[in-house]
């Protein structure tokens, strides 16, 4: 099994998003970095198990879109080309936290 590492250390240096999960999905753009320009980079975690997806506006998470696990850490996304995050609840509501980041 092998693992990434990140080798650079990354900043957080703006707030990011909130998005509350439940039975339908729920998308929100991307949030902009310290440029003011969409980040190429975000570190998703959340309070409750969800999924997620990356795409343009009107993307909508599925079910079977990326597990994002709150006992597995936060998760680092390349989301470039992307303008918006969908997420949806794995089995029962939360919130998802979307921040952009910087090396």
């Not at 080798?7 to 707030?15: G, M, S, Y």
């Not at 990011?16 to 440029?35: E, H, K, L, M, R």
């Not at 959340?46 to 709150?70: E, H, M, Y």
């Not at 080309?81 to 949806?88: D, F, Q, V």
Request: aromatic content about 4%.
């Amino acid at each position: 099994m092998s693992f990434n590492t990140v080798k650079t250390p990354f900043r957080i240096l703006l707030t990011g998003i909130n998005i509350t999960t439940g039975a339908a999905s729920v998308s929100a753009a991307i949030p902009v970095n310290t440029a003011n320009v969409a980040a190429k980079y975000v570190v998703v975690s959340c309070t409750v198990a969800a999924r997620v997806r990356v795409g343009k506006s009107g993307v909508t998470a599925l079910a079977t879109d990326l597990l994002i696990n709150p006992n597995g850490g936060p998760v680092i996304l390349d989301v470039s080309g992307c303008t918006h995050i969908a997420a949806i609840q794995d089995t029962g509501a939360g919130v998802v936290s979307v921040c952009p980041m910087e090396w």
